[in-house]
């Protein structure tokens, strides 16, 4: 079972931080974390993604908890644009890689 | 480069049309994938190549639904005949191998009447 639990919304405001939790406590010892997002009308867009420890790069930060069961995308400043559907993807065990999103979480960033 | 381009971008047919959904990926990048995305199943993955080969198809709804990968820099996906639930988005990715991040196109909207 490859699925990740987060919350189906989160509200932010402009210009503060935003932490987007996601839980994946099957998680195996060789699966990836990624984190992508879809805006509206949009295809899905890579965010970032990470394996044990924790990650940067100019669009966020993931934060990978040691047991590796939990981890959260933080934007660091939201912004407007930043209002999507963020999904965490815990990759399937295997040689694809293949991507399977869930619900993911619908971020409404308030003015 | 102008990343995964797929065409057209809307589509309205009539049930029992053939439909075919172009995809041209990035230049250079070796996996591609298909993916369908409604409210009520979210995004879903059809089918995924690796070097123009079919690797997983077990997404595929139903023999109605078929996927080619002529050469590098072109997939099609057709179905035949549509049907009504068939309506949906319909997304191309690819990416540079199966282990990197991968690049969506801007989606092809589908309704079947």
């Known amino acids: 079972d490859a699925k990740t639990t987060q919350p189906n919304s989160m509200e932010s405001n402009e210009e503060e931080p935003v932490h987007l939790p996601c839980n994946h406590s099957?998680?195996?010892?060789?699966?990836?974390i990624h984190w992508y997002r879809q805006l509206p009308s949009q295809g899905p867009e890579y965010v970032i993604h990470g394996l044990t420890s924790n990650v940067n790069n100019r669009m966020a930060s993931l934060a990978i908890a040691e047991d590796r069961k939990s981890s959260t995308l933080i934007l660091h400043r939201a912004t407007l644009r930043d209002a999507a559907v963020y999904y965490c993807?815990?990759?399937?065990?295997?040689?694809?890689?293949?991507?399977?999103f869930g619900s993911g979480t619908q971020l409404t960033v308030l003015p | 480069d102008a990343g995964v381009i797929q065409s057209p971008r809307h589509e309205v047919t009539e049930m029992g049309q053939e439909v075919t959904l172009r995809c041209k990926p990035i230049?250079?990048?070796?996996?591609l994938f298909w993916y369908r995305q409604t409210m009520m199943r979210g995004l879903e993955l059809l089918i995924y190549?690796?070097?123009?080969?079919?690797?997983?198809d077990s997404g595929m709804p139903e023999d109605r639904f078929s996927a080619k990968m002529p050469n590098a820099s072109f997939s099609t996906l057709k179905i035949q005949p549509s049907e009504p639930r068939d309506s949906a988005v319909y997304f191309c990715a690819s990416s540079l191998n199966r282990n990197t991040e991968a690049f969506f196109g801007q989606g092809t909207r589908l309704t079947v009447v």
């Open positions: 099957t998680i195996s010892g060789t699966d990836y």
């Open positions: 993807i815990r990759t399937l065990p295997g040689s694809a890689r293949q991507l399977t």
């Open positions: 230049s250079g990048h070796n996996s």
């Open positions: 190549f690796n070097n123009n080969v079919p690797i997983d």
